[in-house]
């Protein structure tokens, strides 16, 4: 079994949900987005999906003797490696966090590992840093995560284009670790497919003017341009500068560029055009749907991996039968994986009480979690077409 508590502790765990209100613990859990910068427009609904998982345990009172669970935010910023790890130091050693969903952005969740959460022994799980190089990178078991690496989505781009015949294109990217490591990873999979890339070059972000970077990429050519970028930044200047000059007029966009902006910022202008972000069509998405409601957006990118990142935690925590991350940290692969009850979204409750009682969870969540490796998503991907100026589904993979 992968969790066996003794009869006292599965007792003390299956108190009433009354009982525990008046006698459990706080646990703080840090949520650490970028509610500033090149992704802003993406990070309420994730903070909100955390948050939703953290009020159902809470609710429920039926962790760890009835803990409520208090989320405290704190600013990425995505792209400031500093304010970053300020952030993280500030909620580990003044708030007093015993887990982080996050961070967000592949750049700032490598420092926020390297920097703060080694030296403080803190779990962090992110719902959205892909860059495969943190598949490698030292953790000492505390870092997992909710979406697949980018060297799985470089496959993906590959097929999607190829499907289209769709066989030379040009590719632009954010110049930090998840841009280039998406560009390097789509590289290799597409000319090992047979494709061509034109020119595969970055670009910086917060620029007023992307016309020569532009005048390279047209000047190289290709049938589409792959723009790795943020919709909130330096990617939407790339965007409005290629149907400015006529370059190009349909792109593929990766996951930092879809989101509701990318449709304000470009309507039909774009129609025709790509593009793929983690997601799935699974039981669990459904079921994460209906149970947000109206609250916020379900289907924006990286929401619903986000509430899984918070549920594994607790679910973790609950195996341990203690919030202190050196325990639970080797408890999280376990409740994420076979075997044990499927558990799906708003079912969190019935989670904590089968660990408590010396059962197997295998949490299904909202994105069909499988953890493999050293703790990372397998992976599936929603892909998307725009038409009629609107971010549709073609298809999940």
Do not use: W
Not at 73 to 102: F, L, M, N, P, Y
Not at 128 to 157: C, I, K
Not at 187 to 210: L, R
């Amino acid at each position: 079994m992968k969790t066996l508590l003794t009869a006292t502790a599965a007792s003390a765990l299956m108190a009433t949900g009354a009982f525990a209100a008046g006698h459990g613990e706080e646990i703080k859990i840090g949520v650490i987005l970028g509610f500033t910068g090149p992704i802003e427009s993406l990070t309420p609904s994730m903070a909100a999906g955390a948050e939703l998982a953290m009020q159902e345990v809470t609710d429920s009172g039926a962790l760890l003797g009835g803990a409520k669970v208090t989320p405290v935010r704190g600013d990425s910023t995505c792209i400031d490696a500093g304010a970053a790890t300020a952030v993280a130091e500030r909620q580990i050693t003044g708030d007093g966090v015993k887990g982080i969903v996050g961070a967000d952005c592949s750049g700032v969740t490598g420092a926020i590992l390297a920097n703060v959460a080694l030296a403080n022994g803190v779990v962090m799980v992110s719902p959205s840093a892909t860059s495969p190089a943190l598949s490698t990178a030292e953790d000492n078991g505390l870092f997992f995560r909710t979406a697949p690496s980018d060297a799985r989505q470089g496959v993906v781009m590959t097929e999607v284009l190829m499907e289209q015949g769709i066989k030379e294109v040009a590719v632009t990217y954010t110049n930090n670790d998840y841009g280039k490591g998406l560009a390097d990873s789509f590289q290799a999979a597409f000319e090992a497919a047979g494709g061509t890339v034109t020119i595969n070059t970055a670009h910086e972000d917060g620029k007023a003017d992307y016309s020569a970077e532009i005048g390279a990429l047209a000047s190289a050519g290709g049938d589409r341009l792959v723009v790795a970028g943020y919709v909130d930044q330096g990617g939407s200047g790339i965007v409005r500068a290629a149907l400015d000059s006529g370059a190009f007029d349909t792109f593929h966009f990766p996951d930092g560029m879809i989101s509701s902006a990318l449709e304000a910022n470009f309507g039909d202008e774009i129609d025709g055009s790509t593009g793929q972000h983690p997601g799935t069509d699974s039981p669990g998405v459904a079921r994460f749907t209906e149970l947000v409601g109206d609250a916020f957006d379900a289907t924006s990118p990286f929401t619903p991996e986000s509430y899984d990142a918070a549920a594994l935690i607790m679910m973790a925590m609950q195996a341990a039968g203690s919030s202190d991350p050196a325990e639970y940290k080797d408890h999280i692969m376990d409740v994420a994986n076979a075997p044990g009850e499927l558990i799906y979204p708003g079912e969190l409750a019935k989670a904590l009480e089968i660990i408590a009682g010396g059962g197997d969870v295998d949490y299904v969540g909202a994105t069909a979690v499988e953890l493999i490796g050293g703790g990372e998503s397998a992976g599936n991907y929603r892909e998307i077409v725009i038409e009629g100026g609107e971010i549709t589904t073609a298809k999940f993979r």
